[in-house]
């Protein structure tokens, strides 16, 4: 059975400050994808990053940056230069292969505090 | 381009009436998703349908939940009865299946509070 774990429930930085969201795996499948989604307080789901298990390259976008390693299962998040519009829940998200690969298996979630 | 549409955004209804959310998903979207969440149980995928065609209802909780997809623009999640434990919020998302495990969009969410 697949699992992602959040282990960090909530983070608080001041702003300008780096910060990394930490995601672990567990998938018996070779080929796997994963997410990151972001909920801000208004509360819709908002699609960040998907990466299939077969690029392990590491992804900027902005301030935003993945690291994917296979090795340790992780697929951690960092927000370079944090500002208030970041705070919000961030969700790590695995989809299998098998069967269609389209059920999402969520981490439980981060809170990110971001105060000025 | 219009995202994901939910209605109603809000419901409160009381114990035993029947409640019924609805979703437009993104036009040209073949799949669609409706999830769950609640603080206990974080985001819980209900049922998922391809083309119109239910694949997956394992993570429907019980018969009083049933969902339906007639058309390639419409769903809806029907709770009958509602009990106070079906309080949530609950989304519904659409992607485009043209390759394995294509990104989720999601709607704004109902969140339903049942009395």
């Known amino acids: 059975a697949q699992k992602v774990t959040q282990a960090q429930t909530e983070i608080s930085v001041v702003e300008k400050e780096d910060v990394t969201l930490d995601c672990v795996y567990e998938t018996r499948d070779t080929t796997y994808y994963l997410f990151w989604y972001k909920q801000p307080p208004s509360g819709e789901l908002v699609f960040l990053i998907r990466r299939n298990s077969f690029d392990e390259q590491n992804e900027i976008s902005g301030r935003y940056s993945w690291n994917f390693q296979k090795s340790t299962s992780s697929f951690n998040f960092t927000i370079t230069a944090s500002q208030v519009v970041d705070s919000a829940v961030y969700f790590c998200?695995?989809?299998?292969?098998?069967?269609?690969?389209?059920?999402?298996?969520f981490g439980t979630g981060t809170q990110l505090k971001v105060e000025l | 381009d219009a995202g994901v549409i939910q209605s109603p955004r809000h419901e409160v209804t009381e114990m035993g009436q029947e409640v019924t959310l609805r979703c437009k998903p993104i036009?040209?979207?073949?799949?669609l998703f409706w999830y769950r969440q609640t603080m206990m149980r974080g985001l819980e995928l209900l049922i998922y349908f391809n083309n119109n065609v239910p694949i997956d209802d394992s993570g429907m909780p019980e018969d009083r939940f049933s969902a339906k997809m007639p058309n390639a623009s419409f769903s809806t999640l029907k709770i009958q009865p509602s009990e106070p434990r079906d309080s949530a919020v609950y989304f519904c998302?659409?992607?485009?299946?043209?390759?394995?495990?294509?990104?989720?969009?999601f709607g704004p969410g109902t969140r339903l509070t049942v009395t």
């Open positions: 036009s040209g979207h073949n799949s």
């Open positions: 998200a695995l989809s299998e292969a098998a069967g269609g690969g389209n059920k999402l298996t």
């Open positions: 998302a659409s992607s485009l299946r043209d390759r394995l495990a294509a990104e989720q969009y």
